[in-house]
Nanobody, 119 residues
Framework: QVQLVESGGGLVQAGGSLRLSCAVSGRAFRIILIGWYRQVPEKQRDLVAGVHSDGSTSYADSVKGRFTISRDNAKNTVYLEMNRLNPEDTAVYYC?????????????WGQGTQVTVSS
């Protein structure tokens, strides 16, 4: 099975920084895309940033230049460095990994971590 465990959320003032971590466990899990999404109440869950198996990255326009996604393959962990945070970044952040164990496809979510930015 595949499990994602997130950490690093919290309360920060506008202009501050946070780093989220997502540790992936799962024997022989071959990740093709891993990323971070965020969700506010009554809204859909939106992609914030993702990193593909080839190392290429993608970002939502609203976070470009402020957020950086990175992946440590040795630790099976993906990070989201968030800088110059503003109140509009307040949301529950979810880690998501898509990949295969053998021929079985997994689309796995973490439990979410709250990020609150005060003005």
């Amino acid at each position: 099975q595949v499990q994602l465990v997130e950490s690093g959320g919290g309360l920060v003032q506008a202009g501050g920084s946070l780093r989220l971590s997502c540790a992936v466990s799962g024997r022989a899990f071959r990740i093709i895309l891993i990323g971070w999404y965020r969700q506010v109440p009554e809204k859909q869950r939106d992609l914030v940033a993702g990193v593909h198996s080839d190392g290429s990255t993608s970002y939502a326009d609203s976070v470009k230049g402020r957020f950086t996604i990175s992946r440590d393959n040795a630790k099976n962990t993906v990070y989201l460095e968030m800088n110059r945070l503003n109140p509009e970044d307040t949301a529950v952040y979810y880690c998501n990994a898509k990949g295969y164990i053998g021929t079985l496809f997994y689309d796995q979510w973490g439990q979410g971590t709250q990020v609150t930015v005060s003005s």
